[in-house]
């Protein structure tokens, strides 16, 4: 959530920063329902206090004997318009905090402006495009050909967007997913955390899924849970409602998880392979840090995604988003973007953002900088680290040679055992 003092005390400056990032958000209605409940608030208390004159007058008259009927009625009225006020605050205040949860993050100052995906500023390349003596097959021929990956069986369990792995495919994506954890803990210093695969409203409200995006979730109605889209979520939420040390931040958590994903209004776009799929593994990688810290730490960030496309020797790119490409709940994003010579084109394989104090006011997370000092909100950051199926693609189709086998980087050979994918 923003800041409710600053959406009051400058809702210019949020209706700028809706508006560069193109977002239609609900602030007059939330400025509204904030004022009303505000008012009413005020109103209750102001009849408390009559009322608490009221009844001690009431005691006063007792005490010399005169009669108070009249005065104890008046009472009773005001308990009367007191306890309907107060129903009208709850009320006022579950509207307003419902409006509150749609008004999006705003885009940090050195975000850049634009009108969409052509303004991304590209602020680095790593490597150069490769090259080839024949014509590189896309990883689902290739897949196929070295039976890796099985699209028809896995449509036939699941509907399509759900992928079979098998074989070296299987082996390959599981080598994948263990050298970033292992990079990732021993050499970036993250804590490993294995986090369910389902999470309940209050942790996807927290990271910003809930409420505006329920419909693109897989959702367990009898239990009101989510499989989870991202191990954002649940790696966030680790710390839901709860108040670090200082000298704990910043806190830096890294986990594996399946994605689930409906892709609601994305029909036929990117549809073959494995470039959009309803399931995915990924590694993630979460940031809790002190508010002046965040934007150093998220270079740092990057630079340890960015590192796990360098060791597997594949040519990519950091894209900084302009602000209409950015989510809902970022204020800055990089995009990394691998290159898929089989399929021509770059494919983002991590957003790397910074949500300042937008998830922390949501899940409640805060820290001290001192014994008794008041809490302060963290800012939390994430990155994939990276997302597999587009990497897996990437990968197949920068390596493969001329016979259909797919040479293995030496990073990866100790967790697939050999150097070579065979041919099929």
């Known amino acids: 959530m923003l800041d409710r003092a600053l959406v009051r005390e400058d809702p210019e400056r949020v209706r700028r920063g809706h508006a560069r990032k193109r977002m239609e958000a609900p602030l007059d209605e939330f400025l509204a329902a904030d004022a009303e409940w505000r008012r009413v608030k005020t109103e209750v208390d102001t009849m408390r206090a009559e009322l608490q004159k009221a009844s001690k007058q009431i005691g006063a008259m007792k005490a010399r004997g005169e009669d108070a009927s009249e005065a104890i009625e ?12 107060e129903q009208r605050v709850r009320e006022l205040e579950a509207r307003t905090h419902e409006l509150e949860l749609l008004l999006p993050n705003l885009p940090s100052d050195t975000t850049p402006d634009g009108q969409g995906e052509q303004d991304n500023v590209i602020v680095s ?34 509907g399509s967007g ?21 990079m990732h803990t021993k050499r970036h210093g993250y804590r490993e955390i294995f986090v369910p695969f389902v999470v309940n409203r209050a942790a996807m409200t927290g990271t910003g899924q809930l409420p505006k995006f ?23 939420n680790v710390y839901q409602g709860e108040i670090l040390t200082a000298d704990a931040l910043p806190t830096k958590l890294c986990a594996y998880s399946a994605c689930f994903r409906r892709e609601a209004g994305a029909a036929g776009k990117d549809t073959r392979g494995l470039l959009r799929v309803h399931q995915f593994n990924k590694v993630e990688l979460v940031k809790f840090t002190k508010p002046e810290d965040s934007y150093i730490e998220l270079e740092s960030l990057v630079n340890d995604a960015r590192a796990v496309l360098e060791g597997l020797d594949l040519h990519f790119r950091t894209t900084l988003l302009c602000a209409p490409e950015l989510g809902f709940s970022n204020a800055q994003c990089y995009d990394l973007e691998v290159w898929a010579p089989g399929v021509g084109k770059y494919l983002e394989v991590s957003s790397c953002s910074n949500f300042e104090a937008f998830q922390a006011r949501r899940a409640q997370i805060r820290f001290r900088r001192e014994q008794g000092a008041k809490p302060e909100y963290v800012h939390t950051l994430n990155a994939s680290g990276v997302a597999c199926p ?30 070579r994918i065979p041919a099929g």
């Open 74 to 85: 008046r009472t009773k009225s005001l308990g009367d318009s007191i306890a309907a006020s």
């Open 125 to 158: 390349e790593f490597g150069e495009k490769p090259r080839f003596d024949f014509e590189p097959l896309p990883h689902w021929d290739l897949c196929e050909k070295n039976g890796m990956l099985d699209f028809p069986r896995g449509a036939k369990l699941a």
């Open 162 to 182: 759900f992928i079979l792995y098998t074989g070296w495919g299987a082996r390959l994506e599981w080598a994948l997913l263990s050298y970033m954890l292992d």
């Open 214 to 236: 329920e419909f693109d979730m897989y959702r367990l109605p009898d239990d009101d849970l989510f499989l989870v889209p991202t191990a954002e979520v649940p790696l966030t």
């Open 390 to 419: 587009r990497l897996f693609a990437a990968f197949v189709e920068t390596h493969q040679r001329p016979d259909g086998s797919i040479h293995v980087p030496s990073v990866l050979r100790p967790f697939l055992g050999v150097d």
